[in-house]
């Protein structure tokens, strides 16, 4: 048993040193796979490289903040600052350079406010698809705005802490002044206290005398008036006797008339017999007292008392009021207020991001990965199919039987790319669609738009397969050989990982592959929102690299095809 | 009959350093077999791929139905049946399908469905018709193969090995068809290394050997060309004594393996004296077997070796 293990061991080993393929997939396509990833994501891991993010800054404050933190961040190791006039600029620079991930903008009154103790924002706009390195970048920024506020609290409390020992300087000195106002209040007080005494005593004489004197001269006045008033009443009492008199005598002397009458006109009836009523009539009677001599009766007396002529007190007081001075303060009080120039604590240096481009800011991760490993799965499905696919008719013999049959390589070549061609972009479609349902991903503001790039890439694979199958030659061979072209192509393309990570040489070499393209436009569509005639170019120039694949795999696969 | 549907003149073509076929003419009139008999490496395929029209020979001409291969090529296509040596078909498609397929690549529209249920009816696979190649056992597809050959009814007939790996009730399935095919008119040309297919359908037969047609005619005249002598088989228990029939004239060995020899005489008379002659050299005689002269016989005395060897490269 030993002796099988040991042989079967060695003829392992044996097997596989004659196997191309599998040596291939051993050794050299994992270094291949694992160095594009290595050199893609070294950034991340904080190896240096020499790479430079260029960051547009759009300065509408031009204060003292927006110089610090322009400073600050042109200091910045691997970042280099580009001054543009506004965001429309600053919008365009991001769109055409790599290595700008966002802009900045101060916003007018930036530097005011931080001073006055608000806290401004400083705005960041940010590229979708470079969130990434955007974030990176905003952490350094974070970091610089919490640097800029603590040296300008720092500042503040150094001015604060003068003006603190100012003040407290000024305060002992108002303890002494209040000590000595004290001192004088105190004598003040009692010279007050002096002062108002001698008064109430000064007062209260002069109001004694004043009211004695006031009580005579009253006293008088009220009998003056008492005396005139009884003449009056007694001459007015004579008046109305008289007037009695005559109303009584004229009372006498009716009444006697009233008995001559009654008895003459009874005598004269009496005589006239039969002519009593020629009799005339009789004679009038005298006249009473006239009404206003009965209302003179009548009425009450009236005396013309008039008020007796009051004494009014004198309203001067002829008092002396001693006079207290107030105590002179020598402090000069407007020395104790702290002055206008106390400094102010500034406020936080804060920032917002925001989107630059119509996408929104936060990207869905699968708005990077449906796309992403949507093309590589395409490269792999299409390379393997249209290589595979020769390769096993050629094997099968099928490929010679469908000549003897009279098909043309042409037209053998071209169906079987149409195939694989409508077979990947019906595979993007489906990913695309379970990614919208599954996962939210963004389709864009036109979602048909991304047939186009989804087209031209299918159509270089599928051109690119034929390649392959030149190539490669043998099935065991095109699947190593184009499993790896597959994943270095989408690995170099940006498809795993966004294409701003790599270092420049790579970005460079990765313009030729279709990979680096589709996702431009794909992100152009699906993150950055931007309409179909952005991804106009990237779709063209994907059809172009398809085009080059084509004419080299046409012109192997005649003697492929042999 | 008199008619040759096939003419061929001088062909060559060779794969860099390599000759592959050298000098090769020969004709096929129509309803007539032809078979091509040669070792693995013979030139048969090639030859076969040239009149085809898939390979583009290097010199010399072929007509077809009077037509050069090379020129109507497209024209000529769809008058050629050919059917490889690799079973070509596709394995994931149904008998049907497959056979539906070639026929229209053949120019057969509608009615590549009644040709392809006639093919499967003439390989006797109607009730698999509808079953994926890949279930079928290699006869059937062997069957198949030749089933797509012929599916558009085509007037010559190219046939390369069409029995490798077949079990004989298969075999004998695929010849009887070619033999009726021929029976329609086709011109058949069949290529192979074994000799009892050719010796039973082949009207006339080519020795190929290293690209080079070393003997043409029927069976019996390139059997007489090789002298018509007997040859003995005869098997030891141990390892005999070299030259241990020397002496006897007219005696020489086709083949020797350790246990076994084969050696061709001049006459059944020498029989006997061999048969002693192996007894006294002491190896021990197992099994004996003597043999008319056939095919194979010839094509070993005219090449020296056999049509089952391998061709060694000269250079």
Known sequence: ?562 | MDAALVEVSHLRKSYGPRMAVDDVSFSVNAGEIVGLLGPNGAGKTTTLSILATVLKPDGGKVRIAGCDAQQRAGALRRRLGFVPQSVALYPSLSALQNLELFARFHGLARAARGAAMAALEAVGLSERANDAVLTMSGGMKRRLNLACGIVHGPEVLLLDEPTVGVDPQSREKILRIVGNLSQTGAAIIYSTHYMEEVERICDRVLLIDRGQVIAGGTVREIIALAGGQPRLEISFHGEAPSGWYAGLAGVRELACEPGKAVLQFADLGQLSELLQRARACGAGVLEFSVHSPNLSDAFMSLTGHGLRDPVVESN
């Open chain 1, 1 to 562: 048993m030993q002796r099988t293990a040991a042989l079967i061991f060695c003829n392992d080993f044996r097997v596989l040193l004659k196997d191309r393929s599998a040596l291939f997939m051993l050794f050299l396509a994992p270094i291949v796979i694992i160095a594009v990833a290595g050199f893609s994501l070294r950034n991340i891991y904080g190896q240096p490289a020499n790479r430079v993010y260029v960051i547009p800054i759009v300065d509408q404050d031009h204060g003292t903040i927006a110089q610090a933190l322009i400073k600050a961040v042109s200091h910045q190791p691997s970042i280099e600052i580009a001054p543009v006039a506004d965001l429309h600029l600053a919008r365009s620079y991001v769109m055409t350079h790599e290595r700008a991930p966002l802009a900045i903008v101060i916003p007018a009154g930036t530097s005011a406010g931080f001073e006055s103790g608000l806290s401004p924002l400083i705005l960041v706009y940010v590229d979708p698809i470079k969130r990434l390195e955007a974030s990176m970048i905003e952490l350094r920024l974070n970091e610089l705005s919490r640097q800029i506020t603590a040296i300008a609290h720092r500042r503040a409390q150094a001015a604060l802490a003068q003006n603190t020992a100012a003040l407290r300087v000024r305060l002992e000195r108002l303890a002494d002044a209040e000590k000595t106002i004290q001192i004088e209040l105190a004598t003040y007080r009692q010279n007050i206290t002096r002062s108002r005494l001698a008064m109430e005593s000064a007062v209260r004489d002069q109001i004694r005398r004043d009211v004695e004197s006031l009580q005579r001269q009253t006293q008088a006045a009220v009998e003056r008036s008492i005396a005139a008033a009884r003449v009056e009443l007694a001459d007015k009492l004579a008046a109305k006797r008289q007037a009695l008199t005559a109303v009584d005598q004229y009372l006498r002397q009716l009444q006697a008339s009233e008995r001559d009458f009654d008895r003459w006109f009874a005598d004269l009836k009496a005589a006239a017999g039969s002519y009593a009523g020629r009799i005339p009539t009789p004679p009038r009677w005298p006249a009473p007292p006239g009404k206003d001599q009965l209302a003179a009766l009548s009425s009450p007396i009236e005396l013309s008392f008039s008020s007796p002529a009051w004494p009014v007190p004198s309203t001067g007081l002829n008092i002396r009021f001693p006079r207290v001075s107030l105590p002179e303060l020598k402090i000069a009080l407007a020395d104790l207020i702290p002055q206008a120039s106390t400094p102010v604590l500034p406020g936080v240096l804060g920032w917002r991001d925001r989107s630059l481009m119509p996408g929104k800011l936060e990207v869905n991760s699968f708005d990077q990965y449906v796309p992403g490993f949507g093309i590589t799965f395409l490269l792999i499905d299409v390379l393997w199919g249209v290589s595979v696919g020769l390769i096993d008719e050629h094997d099968w013999g099928t490929l010679q039987r469908l000549q003897v049959s009279g098909a043309t390589v042409g037209g053998i070549l071209m169906g079987k790319m149409l195939a694989r061609f409508v077979i990947g972009l019906m595979q993007l479609i489906v990913l695309f669609a379970f990614g919208w349902l599954l996962f939210g991903i963004a389709l864009g503001a036109h979602p048909w738009a991304l047939l186009l790039p989804g087209a031209a890439v299918s159509f270089a694979a599928a051109a690119f397969g034929l390649v392959i199958a030149c190539v490669a030659r043998t099935r065991d061979a095109v699947l190593p050989i184009g499993a790896m072209a597959a994943m270095a192509m989408s690995a170099v393309g940006g498809c795993w990982w966004p294409i701003g990570f790599e270092p420049s040489w790579m970005r460079t070499a990765a313009l030729w592959v279709p990979t680096t393209w589709t996702m431009r436009a794909f992100n152009d569509l699906m993150i950055r929102g931007l309409p179909l005639s952005t991804a106009l170019w990237p779709a063209a120039m994907t059809f172009g690299l398809g085009l080059v694949y084509l004419t080299v795999g046409v012109a192997a696969s005649s003697r492929f095809l042999q």
